[in-house]
């Protein structure tokens, strides 16, 4: 079984365009992150969110804690956000992390 | 700078021969962890320790052993490599539960930069 559902698998956007990915999970959770990886390189958080909505710059992360749902906003993308994006999640009984599989982006110039 | 070290970054073995990945947090987090990552199948939690002298399996412990005997370093050993232990890996920690922490430092989550590993 899968706590954490991602979806796209892949994604690939033409520079410039808004993109979006969601995260799905099936646990009760006190924290929600959306991590970064660029090929060959290491996992970066971007956001860690309990509640709400976060922004930083052209990245907005958004959680509604009764659906289990969250998604990753990205507006105006450029090449240098091709990326794999994954979601995690703490599990508020056993303070286990579960990570989603990943979403591959390529933004296209 | 605080943070997660990990070593080496890259390292080739032949099979049956055993190593150590270091990993090693000066922020003081009792939760430190091991994954591999795998084309097509996410990060998979290998061992994990709440704390010095505490550790436990996770989801893909065979082949692996670690100790945990100061809050800082948690070591990850291969003890005879074999060709499926071929990926990615990476070490993380957190703070582990709240203990009168509050805000997102609580649940911060910081990785290593990785080790590739590759077992001919």
């Known amino acids: 079984k899968n706590e954490v559902e991602q979806s796209p698998q892949n994604l690939t956007a033409q520079e410039g365009e808004f993109i979006t990915i969601n995260c799905s999970y099936s646990v009760g959770i006190s924290a929600l992150h959306w991590l970064q990886q660029h090929p060959g390189g290491g996992i970066v958080s971007l956001f860690m969110l309990s509640s709400g909505k976060k922004k930083h710059g052209r990245l907005i992360a958004t959680i509604n804690i009764q659906e289990k749902h969250s998604s990753l906003h990205i507006t105006a993308s450029h090449p240098r956000d091709s990326a794999v994006y994954i979601c995690?999640?703490?599990?508020?009984?056993?303070?286990?992390?579960?990570f989603g599989t990943g979403t591959s982006l390529t933004v296209i110039p | 700078n605080a943070g997660v070290t990990q070593t080496p970054k890259f390292q080739v073995l032949k099979t049956g021969q055993s190593m150590t990945l270091q990993c090693a947090q000066d922020m003081n987090h009792e939760y430190m962890s091991w994954y591999r990552q795998d084309p097509g199948m996410g990060l998979r939690l290998i061992h994990y320790?709440?704390?010095?002298?505490?550790?436990d399996q996770g989801e893909v412990p065979n082949g692996y052993n670690v100790s945990r005997s100061t809050t800082e370093d948690f070591p990850l050993r291969l003890l005879s490599a074999a060709p499926s232990q071929t990926s990615v890996y990476f070490c993380?920690?957190?703070?582990?539960?709240?203990?009168?922490?509050?805000?997102?430092?609580?649940?911060?989550?910081?990785f290593g930069a990785g080790s590739r590993l590759t077992v001919l």
């Open positions: 320790s709440v704390g010095a002298g505490i550790t």
């Open positions: 993380a920690s957190s703070y582990w539960g709240v203990r009168g922490r509050t805000g997102d430092g609580a649940n911060v989550l910081t």
């Open positions: 995690a999640v703490r599990s508020n009984t056993g303070n286990q992390f579960y």
